[in-house]
């Protein structure tokens, strides 16, 4: 079953902006790999993978701002 990535913060009205996809559509990953980073009014974060397996879909390009829970990218096992 392929597994969400959706963007970090809390709170419905939480957004973030993606900075940079360090993986692309097609890579293998590990559990804990550093997908992307991202900032938000108060952070800057890494974004890790969930799970391990090839990253199917990214729904979200650098640069692109997006609330927090929205799924910006979805891996296949």
């Known amino acids: 079953m392929d597994v ?3 963007a970090p913060g809390t709170g419905p009205t ?3 902006t993606i900075i940079e996809w360090k993986k692309k559509e ?7 790999d550093v997908l992307a980073t991202a900032n938000s009014v ?7 993978a969930p799970a ?9 390009k650098a640069g692109s701002k997006v609330k927090a829970g929205t799924i910006i990218a979805v891996i296949e096992p």
């Open 26 to 32: 097609g890579d293998s990953v590990q559990k804990g």
């Open 4 to 6: 969400e990535v959706k």
């Open 14 to 16: 939480a957004e973030i």
């Open 52 to 60: 391990a397996g090839k990253i199917k879909k990214i729904n979200a």
């Open 42 to 48: 108060k952070v800057s974060s890494e974004i890790k």
